[in-house]
DNA sequence: GCCAACGTTGGC
DNA sequence: GCCAACGTTGGC
C-alpha cells in the first residue's frame, strides 16, 4: 500500500462551508465545480481514498483551514458539467467522454479556525503550496512534514 | 472594488 | 507553436 498523501482543498463557505459538510449523510461532499486541469488531475491520478484534506475556506474575508477531511471516494465524473443550469456546466464535455472528475471528501472534524494571516506568520510552513504569491490553484499537495506541524498547530492527531 | 497572477482561447 | 487578448481566481 502506498504512503498516504495530503491535501489542501478551497472550498467558498458560500457554496459549502466545514459546516455545510458535517451536515451531509456521512459528513461527506462531492468536491464537484473544478474547472482546472491541474487540480483535476491532482484528483484523477494522484488522490487515493484515505489521503488526508485541508479543508479551506477562500473567497470569503478571513481565509483559512477550518477542518480536517480525507479523500473518501475514487474518482468520479462531476455531475454539474452536464447541467446547463449549472454555473458549471461545461458545453464541451459529455457523458461518453467527461471531461472533469471529482472526488469525495468526509470530513472528520472542524479544527480550530487557523487563518491565512497566521500560516504566514510560521516559517516552517513558509513552502506551502497555498501561500506561494499568486496561486489560484484550489487544490494543492500538503507535504508529510507540513501535515505533521500543522497537526501540532491544530491540536490533534495528525494521521 | 482593485489588481497581480496565471490559465485558456484563438488567430496567425 | 507562438503569443496577445481575455477571463478567472482570490487575497487584500
Redesign the pocket.
Known amino acids: 500500500m502506498p504512503a498516504k498523501s495530503f491535501w489542501l482543498m ?1 472550498s ?1 463557505p458560500d457554496e459549502c462551508s466545514i459546516d455545510d459538510a458535517l451536515a451531509m449523510p456521512r459528513q461527506t461532499v462531492p468536491w464537484f ?1 473544478v ?4 487540480a483535476r488531475n491532482f484528483m484523477r491520478d494522484a488522490m487515493r481514498i484515505g489521503d488526508g484534506v485541508l479543508f ?6 478571513e ?1 483559512g483551514i477550518a477542518g480536517i477531511g480525507e479523500v473518501a471516494s475514487t474518482p468520479y465524473p462531476d455531475a454539474t458539467q452536464f447541467d446547463p443550469k449549472s454555473p458549471y456546466h461545461d458545453a ?1 464535455s459529455s457523458r461518453e467522454s467527461p471531461r472533469w472528475v471529482l472526488v469525495d471528501v468526509r470530513v472528520l472534524r472542524k479544527t480550530r479556525y487557523l ?3 497566521e500560516l ?1 506568520r510560521h516559517e516552517a510552513l513558509a513552502d506551502m503550496a ?1 501561500l ?7 487544490i494543492t499537495p500538503v507535504t508529510p512534514a507540513e501535515w505533521r506541524y500543522l497537526g501540532t498547530l491544530l491540536g490533534s492527531a495528525s494521521r
Request: aromatic share 8%.
Open positions: 478551497k467558498e465545480g474547472r482546472n486541469y491541474q479551506y475556506h477562500s473567497g470569503c474575508a481565509p464541451k487563518a491565512l494571516a504566514r497555498v506561494r504569491k499568486g496561486n489560484r490553484l484550489s
